[in-house]
């Protein structure tokens, strides 16, 4: 079965640039920087979400502050290793960026902005969903989604389901796959560390709108189905 990456993990965001640029990593002579974006909620909260983007895809004179930006591409995990212990690191990887112009702004660039913090994934349940109630009676579950990518990597993205698909979360299986559409969000917690002080740090997640549950042998129909479809064309 043929595997299309970019189906499994989509993301469009749209938002307000709030930090320099700062360099991550380098791969094969490809440098790679890290940007903080601000993104508003319909509440009028806001998200901020850091941006991995290639020194290829900017002119570093147009990537500053206050620059309203659309973001297309992937919401990634890596591992950090960080005083002997393993840390998983999330981040929006930038497979294209366009820089917007408030009078000049385009057809495309008023319906991209109507949507401006969607995130489509299609993975797999790597741990048990927890269930749980807040004190104010409302129903959450986490769930740790595995995401395919290509050379036999997996994104592991945390995302949280509400209400009745919290409900329904709750009693699906390791290993089942799922395709789930949201938003990316940001949150503060305090973490209590081994000297009894806290220190507060940030943490990103998928706050799940929809949830399915897909079957893998309806889908590899409909492939093969595509497949003699373009085959007989």
Request: glycine content about 6%; proline content about 2%; aromatic content about 8%.
């Amino acid at each position: 079965m043929v595997t299309n990456y970019l189906e499994n993990n989509h993301l469009l965001l749209m938002g307000k640039i709030t930090s320099d640029k700062r360099f991550s990593h380098e791969i094969y002579g490809e440098s790679f920087y890290v940007f903080d974006l601000e993104v508003e909620r319909l509440s009028g909260n806001s998200d901020i979400i850091p941006i991995t983007v290639s020194e290829r895809l900017i002119v570093p004179e147009e990537l500053t502050i206050g620059k309203e930006v659309i973001i297309e591409g992937q919401f990634r995990s890596y591992n950090s290793y960080e005083n002997e212990r393993n840390r998983l690191v999330l981040t929006v990887f930038a497979k294209e960026i366009k820089f917007v112009e408030n009078d000049t702004k385009s057809e495309e660039d008023e319906r991209e902005e109507k949507v401006s913090n969607e995130v489509v994934l299609t993975g797999f349940i790597c741990k048990k969903p927890i269930y749980r109630q807040t004190p104010f009676g409302r129903e959450i579950s986490d769930i740790l989604l595995a995401v395919n990518r290509a050379y036999n990597k997996s994104d592991y993205i945390p995302a949280i389901a509400w209400g009745r698909n919290a409900r329904f979360c709750q009693n699906l299986d390791v290993g089942t796959k799922v395709r789930i559409t949201g938003r990316v969000q940001s949150r503060n917690y305090e973490k209590k560390l081994e000297d009894g002080t806290t220190q507060t740090r940030v943490a990103y997640e998928v706050s799940i709108g929809s949830l399915e549950v897909i079957n893998e042998n309806e889908e590899e129909n409909k492939n093969e189905t595509t497949e003699n479809e373009k085959a007989a064309i």
